[in-house]
């Protein structure tokens, strides 16, 4: 009887032992692939010649998608390792890039002059080597002439999107649209159906709205849902204060565990969509992790 209270009184202790653990890494780690998408933004260029903490990364948040900012001419040694490191994990690499400019273009002419970069660099390596895609964040505006003309420069940027993803569509690159959460509240609605529609194969949106992710996603997922494309939630993770960022913008300081309940509320709100949970950004989980460990 004694052995068995023992063994009970144990089995509690380490219960309580493996909740605790679970506050910080949000996502259970397991050996089984995980049945959702997430994704890692990394700004660091650097990042793919050191390779430090990535497999921590990918491992801790099970990672599937990885967003490499990547310059061009793309040095073809470096990235194919790193490509093939991230293949190798299960990870899909795509390259990470925008310029605000690029958003001023109807034709899309820089934008595709970078996919075209990529395209060389794919049709240089191996099939294991090769980026599966790209995820464009260009955000036009955030320039001071947008507020001039909202309409007309979303028009623009949307056309541009457009001649993009379907150059992108003819090498097979998945084109996933990054955009903020906002244009809808700007009246820009019948745009953002167009670009959704007509100029991504995911969308990826900034839901930088604490607490209210699912009801400010509401617009996008809607035509995410109409038009059978991959919606990205993306959750801030950053610093009070870094870009203007406050409290009720950024999960910095609320922790992973809040994070983790917000996805699954907008997974809850949106249950016929494929929603991929999105870290913003690698920098900081590294940081978070560090302060954990201290």
């Known amino acids: 009887m004694k052995k068995m209270i023992w063994g009970i ?9 493996v909740a605790a653990s679970l506050l910080f890494i949000g996502p259970t780690e397991s050996k089984n692939p995980p049945l959702l998408r997430r994704g890692m933004f990394e700004w660091q260029e650097e990042r793919v010649e ?48 925008g310029e605000t400019e690029w958003g001023y273009e ?19 390596v191996k099939p294991a080597e090769q980026l599966d895609g790209v995820m464009v964040d260009v955000e036009p505006y955030t320039r001071s002439r947008w507020k001039e003309d909202p309409a007309r420069h979303m028009e623009t940027y949307v056309s541009g999107m457009i001649e993009a993803y379907r150059y992108a569509q003819k090498h097979d690159l ?9 244009y809808d509240d700007q009246g820009l609605t019948e745009l953002l159906e167009i670009l959704i ?6 969308v990826a949106v900034m839901d930088y709205d604490c607490g209210a992710e699912a009801e400010k996603l509401e617009t996008e997922a809607r035509f995410a849902e109409k038009y059978d494309k991959v919606l990205h939630c993306i959750l801030e ?12 913008k950024t999960y910095r ?6 994070a ?11 249950p016929s969509i494929s929603i991929v949970h999105d870290y913003h950004w690698s920098k900081q989980l590294i940081e978070m992790m560090e302060e954990e460990s201290e």
């Open 50 to 97: 050191d390779r430090k903490n990535v497999n921590e990364l990918i491992k801790k948040f099970q990672i599937t998608d990885w967003y490499q900012e990547l310059s061009v001419p793309v040095d073809r040694k470096t990235t194919a390792a790193f490509v093939s490191h991230l293949h190798q994990s299960e990870v899909k690499a795509y390259a990470l890039v």
């Open 253 to 258: 300081n609320k922790g992973l565990v809040a």
């Open 174 to 182: 998945i084109f996933i649209a990054c955009i903020p959460r906002h």
């Open 106 to 124: 109807a034709d899309g002419a820089s934008l595709i002059a970078y996919l075209e970069e990529l395209v060389r660099y794919n049709d240089q």
């Open 9 to 17: 009184a144990m089995f509690a202790v380490l219960g309580i032992g």
């Open 260 to 270: 983790e309940t917000a996805w699954k509320q907008v997974d809850q709100a949106f």
């Open 197 to 202: 529609r007509d100029g991504c194969d995911e």
């Open 237 to 248: 993770f950053q610093r009070v204060g870094k870009h203007g960022l406050t409290e009720d």
